[in-house]
């Protein structure tokens, strides 16, 4: 049975400022859900990957996002030294498969010979995730399952890597030709 995981931020980039106007990081917590009415809802678990108590969080409800249950192609040396430290707390370097894929989250990676970047998204039609191009006109539900499903099943045709997600880096789609 695959685990249900959602994550939302307790703080969104920007809600505070450091002295030098430097944008203070979002907060994420991860866990189960319980959707509020308005602007905020609640998620039971843990806070940026401290699994050690469980825990109730205040988060706001529009960023919010599902678990894949997918990983990305993230290699262990592609990490920061903070990365690879919070890792280790609870796993081993063997143990690393590639970083977590959630709704929201901007992938890129190469798609029939070319570099697409691109959201994760829940898709209603086929129920199921897959990616959106912003630049696209009409891109369809199967074709974009398709291709998430190429990320897990043929490493090498969509070989995808978690760059951001569309609160913290909403510009990095505005960086890529084929969004």
């Given at each position: 049975?695959?685990?249900i995981?959602?994550?939302?931020?307790?703080?969104?980039?920007g809600?505070?400022?450091w002295m030098?106007?430097?944008?203070?990081?979002?907060?994420?917590?991860?866990?189960?859900?319980?959707h509020?009415?308005?602007?905020?809802?609640?998620?039971?678990?843990?806070?940026?990957?401290?699994q050690?108590?469980?825990?109730?969080?205040?988060?706001?409800?529009?960023?919010?996002?599902?678990?894949?249950?997918?990983t990305?192609?993230?290699?262990?040396?592609?990490?920061?030294e903070?990365?690879r430290?919070?890792?280790?707390?609870?796993?081993?370097?063997?143990?690393?498969?590639?970083?977590?894929?959630?709704?929201?989250?901007?992938?890129?990676?190469?798609?029939?010979?070319?570099?697409?970047?691109g959201?994760?998204?829940?898709?209603?039609?086929?129920?199921?995730?897959?990616?959106?191009?912003?630049?696209?006109?009409d891109?369809?539900?199967?074709?974009?399952?398709?291709?998430?499903k190429?990320l897990?099943?043929?490493?090498?045709?969509?070989?995808?890597?978690?760059?951001?997600?569309?609160?913290?880096?909403p510009?990095?789609?505005?960086?890529?030709?084929?969004?």
């Amino acid at each position: 049975m695959r685990e249900i995981l959602f994550r939302g931020q307790t703080r969104k980039l920007g809600e505070k400022v450091w002295m030098n106007g430097e944008k203070v990081p979002g907060n994420w917590a991860y866990g189960g859900i319980c959707h509020g009415s308005g602007d905020f809802s609640i998620i039971y678990g843990y806070k940026d990957g401290d699994q050690s108590s469980i825990d109730k969080f205040v988060v706001h409800t529009d960023t919010v996002g599902q678990s894949t249950g997918l990983t990305d192609k993230t290699r262990w040396d592609e990490l920061t030294e903070e990365e690879r430290k919070f890792w280790l707390r609870k796993h081993t370097a063997e143990e690393w498969t590639g970083k977590l894929i959630f709704e929201g989250d901007i992938v890129q990676g190469v798609a029939y010979s070319e570099v697409w970047r691109g959201v994760i998204v829940w898709i209603d039609e086929i129920a199921g995730f897959g990616i959106r191009y912003r630049k696209r006109n009409d891109p369809t539900a199967w074709e974009n399952a398709s291709i998430l499903k190429r990320l897990q099943l043929c490493k090498d045709q969509f070989a995808a890597k978690v760059i951001g997600n569309i609160y913290d880096n909403p510009e990095l789609l505005d960086n890529c030709d084929n969004t």
